[in-house]
Each structure stands twice: as structure tokens, then as C-alpha cells.
């Protein structure tokens, strides 16, 4: 969990809204409680959040149209919406407009801790910039890479893959998972496997060829891995 991190939950029922407050403190999260839109929008321009819980069925200012002005002035806050409404046509309204989960009523309380602490996650990780295994360094910022305090030059591709690699770190990444996130491509075809491949083996060349320790280890049919220890 980001070191104080508060969350601010938008509901009006205020019997659920002390229910989810009394249990995100237990979990050591601080939490704000807004009943209306209105409230809501006052408290995301005076007080820093780290996360919002958003219902979308709100007195006044809809949930969405709080989550439209919210996005409109820049926060990058994730925001997982509480709707009673599971049918597709809300969940992509939601989606479209900015948010980052949504979760339908009635839920579980373990599963909103987990969502919870999905999207911390992510977003945490996504605002790193630097980024180190062994004696490889990586500065997604200054776009510097150096391997035993060599600088490494890569194309933009390849810079791309390792920021990847290393955002998943320890993790398999799929050539599913690249063509989509890298390549930003719908649907993996064979040709854009074929091209993953070789820019894979460029930046294996790169990274490790001239050491003995291995950091960009190939799963046969599985996919990649970037690991200190051999897989």
C-alpha cells in the first residue's frame, strides 16, 4: 500500500458509506466520505486522494459526471466505480468516460480490497521512472540504459520491450501481451510474432551478450522473462 493513502468514497447511502469507511480504516487506509457529486468535486480540489471509490447513481452530479471532471482536469487518480447497474452499455459508459474498474452491487468487501490494491499497484509502478537488476539500469525518463555502467543504445522499439520487461519484472510477458501493449495491435497474428521475436533477440544481443549473468530469458511457447536467475 502507497504510504498514506487516502481514499475518498463517493456514496449516498450512508449506511454503506460508514460500512465501507469502517473497513478501509482497518486495512489502515485513510478514508473521506462525500454524499454528493458536489461534495465529491469540492473535496478532489482541496485534498490530495490517492484512490476513489465513485458511485455512480448520486444526487445531483451524476458519478460520471464527477469521473468526466475529474479526468478533464488531469488527475490521473484511479477510480473504481460502484454501480448497481451490470449491464454492458453502464460498464462501458464508465469505462469510456475515464474509469479504472467498476465493481456491481452488491459486492463482497474482500473483493473491493483487492481492486483496491490491484490499481495502487499499477499506478505505483506506472509512475516509476527508474528502474534496476543486477548491474542493468534503466531510466524511463532520460531514456538512459547502461549494463555495468556502460550505456546501452537502443531504437525506440527496443526501449519500449525492456520498459515493458521491466515493469513485469519476474513476470512471464506473453507475445499475446506484447502485440497489444508494445505493439498496440488488437489481435496477434503469426508476422507480428515473427517481428516480436526479432526485436526481442536484438535486445537480447544488447543486453546481455557480452555477460555471463543472463537477465532476458525466452520461455519456449510460453514467451519472456526478465529475471536475475536463469528460468
Known sequence: MPEN?????VEDDSKIAATLKQGLERESY?????ATGEEAFFLLNSEVFSFVCLDIMLPGRSGIE???AVRKMG???PVLLLTAKD??????EGLDAGAD???????????LLARIRSLLRRTSQAQATRFQIADLEFNARTRHVMRSGKAIDLTLKEFDLLDYLFRHKGNIVSREMLAKDVWK???RATPLDNVIDVHMARL?????SSHSQKLIHTLRGVGFMLKEDSV
Open 30 to 34: 485513510k478514508v473521506r466520505i462525500a
Open 66 to 68: 464527477v469521473l468526466k
Open 75 to 77: 488527475l490521473g487518480i
Open 101 to 111: 474498474d467498476y465493481l456491481v452491487k452488491p459486492f463482497a468487501f474482500p473483493e
Open 185 to 187: 495491435e488488437a489481435s
Open 204 to 208: 537480447r544481443r544488447k543486453i546481455d
Open 87 to 92: 449491464a454492458v452499455e453502464d460498464r462501458v
Open 5 to 9: 493513502a487516502q481514499i475518498l468514497v
